[in-house]
């Protein structure tokens, strides 16, 4: 994993908004799911390629668009961060396109990661 994945996955994994239906989850299992979320993505993706990167004035918004392919399906996608004024991310959200590449990362997310699921349902 690059250096920038793993700052990115730190800070991600520390951030309260970062994965809303997650927040019912006490701390340390809401950090270990979002960092367990993150790792498994970019083992999912292949050919994973950041393309641009658009910075709001104060530095405190970044849109990062990506490009990725998850077994024969390609799909582009764009990270929308926002940081604090300490530099934490407050809020991570993605979106992905198109449905087709969307389906096939949830169909290999849920199966990578569907055994797991019962252990973080039954902590919230």
Known sequence: MAR???KLENEA??????LGP???????DFV???ALLLRTVLT????FT???QLVSADGRSVVLEFSA????KQLKGIDLIQFDADGLITDFEVMIRPMSGLQALG???GARLGHLLPVYKAAT
């Open 4 to 6: 920038s994945e793993v």
């Open 13 to 18: 994994a520390q951030s309260t908004n970062a």
């Open 22 to 28: 997650l927040v019912g989850l006490a701390r340390e």
């Open 32 to 34: 270990s799911a979002v």
């Open 44 to 47: 999912v993706f292949e050919d």
């Open 50 to 52: 950041y393309h641009r």
């Open 69 to 72: 392919r998850v077994g024969e």
């Open 107 to 109: 169909a290999e997310m």
